[in-house]
Structure formats: structure tokens, C-alpha cells
């Protein structure tokens, strides 16, 4: 009975397995069979120049920034920090001046998003290596069309790390 | 292929195929309703496995593809006859594997809401944890009744 009962199991599991690959193929719903995971190419620091309103090499950029060169934005002001976690972790503390557009709710936050400009860096972080906010977001937003979108995964956990400026919030 | 060597009065009420099919039928609807939920939402869905941070990225989508398909095929599967043994390891299968999930992410404190480590002051996302493994025991419970009856009827399956 083991024996058929696994054979059985197998079959229905690999069967299940090929529609749910076949209907991924076309239905509008469908996602990518390997996730891009966190495998951003990084921002080229030629990119980093001095000027109040870079403009982005390429349309839909997605590119992941490292620490100094979110600080370095931050410093020249030349991007929106944009905070993809949670309102209460984002009133916790935040990078300051950041934006909070939490992704979990983001269909919540449809007026945060349509009043940024498209074409300004978006610097978007969440807590850390570990959480994924930020990449989602990120997506989001450069699929919206905005241009020039830059994923910090250190997050303000390496932001407040380094001893950088952050606003703590009331906690509440 | 007898668990106890004389059938009881209870394992004949146990195994009576009205209570079997109770069982064949709360299983199969949970599993149909779980994957037929999660279909058009895999999106959400890959996030909720990547929350548990057990698997590799790369294998995240995949799972997320191929997952609730095999709850729809194994759910309708449990409601025949001849393919409910097949059907109900499979459920049983994934279900264990669920409880094993869950009870690594309660160790480990994981938030499987935002995939963050939990500080201690969320005691909701603990609770839906607790609430899932107290369900999933159940589910194991409802398979392990299923899968006595098909090996006490093995030769008319």
C-alpha cells in the first residue's frame, strides 16, 4: 500500500507541478520562475556626479546602491529616501526626511506614490539585509515607471550602524 | 496489515466509511480552498515563503508555482477512491512540512508577516502562528484517520 500510495503521491504532485508551470506561462497573474532575488547590478559611482538633478542613464533603472552611496545622496540631497517598512517601525525612527511607503500596504499609499516625481532618484530601503521590503518596493515602483530607483538593502539597521543621522520617533 | 491485532468495537466506528468520509471531505476542502486562494496571488504568496527564510532565493518562485496546484490536485484527488492513499500522503506530507516550518519560525522568533526578526513585542504574529500549528496538527490528525482506513481497506482501494 506504501508503495502505491507514494507512486500515487509522486504522480500527483509532478502532474499538479506542470499545470501550475503551464498556467504560470499565461496567466496574467504569472511570476518569474526564478525570483531576481537580491542580484542587482550596483549603482557605478561615475553615477554619483555633483549635480542638483542627476539625470538616470537608463529608463526603469533598478540598481542597488551601497552605504556610502546612499549617505552620499542623502549628503548632496539629490534623492527621496523612501522607508518601505511598516508605519510603526517607520515611527519608531527613520532615515530623515525619508517618506514612509509601507509595502504590506501599499495599496494604501497610491497618493504617496503618484506625488513623487518619476524622474528623481527614489532611494529605497527597509531594515536590513534581511528583510525584502525594500527589493519589493523597488520593483513596484520601476514597473510604475519611475526611472531612477535605487535599492539600499543595508537598510537603516547599517544607516544607524555607521552613526549616521536618524530621527527617532515617538515610538508610537 | 493489522494495527491492532482484533479490530475493536472503537477502530470499527473509527473506520467507518461515513466518518472516513468526513475526514476525506474537511481535508479536501481546506487543501482546495488553500490553493485556489493563493493561485492568483503568487506574488504574495513567494513573499510568504521567503518570510520563513528557509528556502533559497532561487527556489522561492518555484515553490510558490507548483505549491497550490499540488493543494488543488491532491484535494480533488482525496475525494476518489482509488486515488485517495496517494492523495492523502500527499497532504499529509505537506502538511508535516508546514507544522515543521512554523515550529522553526516560533524558534526562531521570525515575524512571518514582514520576514523580520520578531523584538518580542509582537505577540499577535506569535498567536497566528500558534493558531496555524494548532490547525495543522489538526489537518494531521484528519490524514493520519485517512490514511488508517486505506491501509485497512488496501485491497479494495
Known sequence: MFKKAIIQAFTICAGASLIGAGVNLVAPWGIPFVARGKNLPQLPDSALVDRPNPVPSGAHELVSVTLQQAKT?????????????????????????????????????????ANLNKHKPLVVYCAGESCDLSIHLGELLAKKGFTAVRVFFGGSVAWQRAGFPFDRGTGE | MTLIPNSSKLEVRLLDPRFVW??????????????????????????????????????????????????????????????????????????LVFTIAIISALMRGLDINCGCLDTGTDADARNNLLQHLVFDLFLLVLAAHVWWWARRNEAAL
Open chain 1, 73 to 113: 545622496l542623502f549628503d548632496r540631497d539629490q534623492a527621496v529616501f523612501v522607508d518601505a517598512r511598516p508605519e510603526f517601525e517607520y515611527a519608531e525612527g527613520h532615515i530623515p526626511g525619508a517618506i514612509n511607503i509601507p509595502f504590506d500596504e501599499v495599496e494604501y499609499h497610491g497618493a504617496a506614490i
Open chain 2, 22 to 95: 468526513v475526514s476525506r471531505i474537511v481535508l479536501a476542502a481546506v487543501f482546495l480552498v488553500y490553493g485556489a486562494s493563493k493561485i492568483p496571488n503568487l506574488d504574495d504568496f513567494a513573499r510568504s515563503i521567503e518570510n520563513y527564510q528557509l528556502l533559497p532565493d532561487a527556489l522561492v518562485n518555484a515553490l510558490a508555482i507548483t505549491l497550490p496546484w499540488i493543494e488543488v490536485v491532491a484535494a480533488l484527488a482525496l475525494l476518489f477512491r482509488r486515488s485517495a492513499p496517494g492523495a492523502v500522503v500527499t497532504v499529509g506530507g505537506m502538511t
